[in-house]
């Protein structure tokens, strides 16, 4: 049975310094990003794309969603194979190719560092994050490879 879901967010531009797009830099990149019940995101473009580096840009939280997507996924498929996952943590990166005025992603890759409670065999262990990323709503939803080079820890 397919179910369909939705999502609202607002955007909204905070950079109008009086000129509003008079001219290429004359205007700034800020916005806020925003959801019923939910703290706003600052957000700006890319400082190579004259925005502010001290706010999130739209690639780096295509990149967090694709990070914390597979995570979740992750850990539904250690709870359906009796794994205990006691922390998680990913240093994703992603790459992006400039093209005249447009671009896209090239590639993404995940880097989980996963501690569980008991070894876990390496065979299972790589299983499971292909499993995941087959759960994974947001890397089925882009047209670039998603890889993942996971890394088991074990610990209390």
């Known amino acids: 049975?397919?179910?369909?879901?939705?999502?609202?967010?607002d955007v909204?531009?905070?950079g109008n310094r009086g000129t509003g797009t008079s001219g290429y830099r004359a205007y700034?990149?800020?916005?806020a990003v925003t959801a019923a019940?939910?703290?706003?995101?600052?957000?700006s473009a890319d400082r190579t794309f004259h925005g502010d580096a001290d706010r999130w840009n739209?690639?780096?939280?295509l990149l967090a969603a694709l990070s914390e997507c597979h995570m979740l996924s992750f850990l539904h498929v250690a709870v359906q194979h009796g794994v205990v996952v006691t922390d998680y943590t990913d240093s994703a990166t992603g790459t992006m190719v400039q093209e005249?005025?447009?671009g896209h992603f090239t590639s993404a890759v995940l880097r989980p560092v996963v501690t569980v409670a008991a070894p876990v065999d390496d065979e299972l262990f790589t299983?499971?994050?292909?499993?995941?990323?087959?759960?994974?709503?947001?890397?089925?939803?882009?047209n670039f490879p998603v890889t993942h080079e996971p890394r088991a820890v074990v610990g209390g």
Not at 1 to 9: A, F, G, L, R, T
Not at 28 to 31: K, L, N
């Open 37 to 43: 019940g939910k703290h706003p995101i600052d957000a």
């Open 12 to 14: 909204a531009w905070l």
């Open 28 to 31: 700034g990149r800020q916005s």
């Open 1 to 9: 049975m397919n179910h369909e879901h939705h999502y609202s967010v």
């Open 100 to 102: 005249g005025d447009g």
């Open 127 to 142: 299983r499971m994050h292909h499993e995941a990323a087959g759960k994974c709503f947001i890397a089925n939803s882009v």
């Open 58 to 61: 739209p690639e780096e939280l």
